[in-house]
């Protein structure tokens, strides 16, 4: 890896839809797999914390930044393939460029995909989904790299894809490239289903602000925005964080909020539903970097 492409106290804010966070000490977009194995095996070599990420559309990161190495898989390594029903695409292609190579090439099954602004790699560790459909339905087969910097693949049975959550994330493997079985459908219907959901996801939720979606999971039985509305917190705010007035499962930047606005926000909303219903919301939003004396989890 050439010493110029390692960015030194990179402001991670450039790097999430929430447009926050402080600097990475390290930060990589490795071009393919085998650097990628080389950045991972000098890290752990050197005893450096390392994380890896994709477009930073579900991260939440300190204002104090990461002390590691951040590596970004987001348009590199971003190949996509199509032979027949199957889509071969590598971790850092944007789901919004596989659910459109989907469509034109007339195949069904990623219309829901369509607005979550995540990579391949992310929405296969959270089991990203929408509308109905989630990456569960369309996963085939899975290429990872371990912590150890082995390469396995691993078959649908074997992803325990469960609600934002995956064999990936509670395993800590690194995802480089995935096969997804998708079914011949008509172009045009495609297209108008996912235009349909577009519309829909733009009269409900405040795309206009940074965010970084749904901020807590959904717990059963119950939704985590009708929740926060039915506690009285519909544009309740600290600093520039806020719970949006449109949908209040998002927590938005309104110019300059930080992390620990954030956090403030989120301890409050998680106490208060708790007090008036007795529901405990668990963030969906992952945390990155230190939160210590920040957000409050009781
Ligand atoms: C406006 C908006 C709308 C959204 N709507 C939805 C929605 O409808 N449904 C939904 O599910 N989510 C939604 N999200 C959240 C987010 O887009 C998804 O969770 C997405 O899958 C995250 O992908 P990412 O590449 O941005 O991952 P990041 O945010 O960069 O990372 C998220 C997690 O994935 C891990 N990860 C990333 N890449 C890899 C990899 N290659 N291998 C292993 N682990 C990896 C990271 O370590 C981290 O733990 C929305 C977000 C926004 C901002």
Known sequence: MDSQRVMEQEPMDRHTTF????PADHFLQPR????????IDICEREQVPWFIMGNGSNLLVSDRGYRGVVIQLYRNMAQISIEGCR??????????????RAMDASLSGLE??????????????????????????????????????????????????????????????IVLEAVLKLHPGDAGMIRDTMQDLAKRRASKQPLEYPSAGSTFK???GYFAGKLIMDAGLKGYRSGDAQVS??????VINRGHATGADVAAVMSHVKK?????F????????????????IYDER
Not at 115 to 132: H, Q, R
């Open 19 to 22: 447009r926050i966070g402080g």
């Open 218 to 220: 959904r717990p059963e």
């Open 272 to 276: 208060k539903v708790r007090e008036q």
């Open 278 to 293: 007795q529901v405990e919301l668990e963030p969906e939003v992952r945390f990155l970097g230190d939160f210590s004396g």
């Open 32 to 39: 393919d797999a085998g650097e990628l194995q080389r950045i």
């Open 87 to 100: 889509m071969t695409a590598q971790a850092g292609a944007p789901l919004t460029a596989l659910s459109k």
């Open 245 to 250: 007035e449109k949908h209040c499962g998002f």
């Open 112 to 173: 829901f995909a369509g607005g979550i602004p995540g990579t391949l790699g992310g929405a296969v560790a959270m089991n990203a989904g929408a509308y109905g459909g989630e990456m569960k339905d369309v996963l085939e087969e899975v290429r990872v790299l371990d912590r150890s910097g082995r390469q396995s693949s691993l078959q649908a049975d074997q992803l325990e894809m469960g609600y934002r959550t995956s064999v990936i994330k509670t395993e800590g493997y």
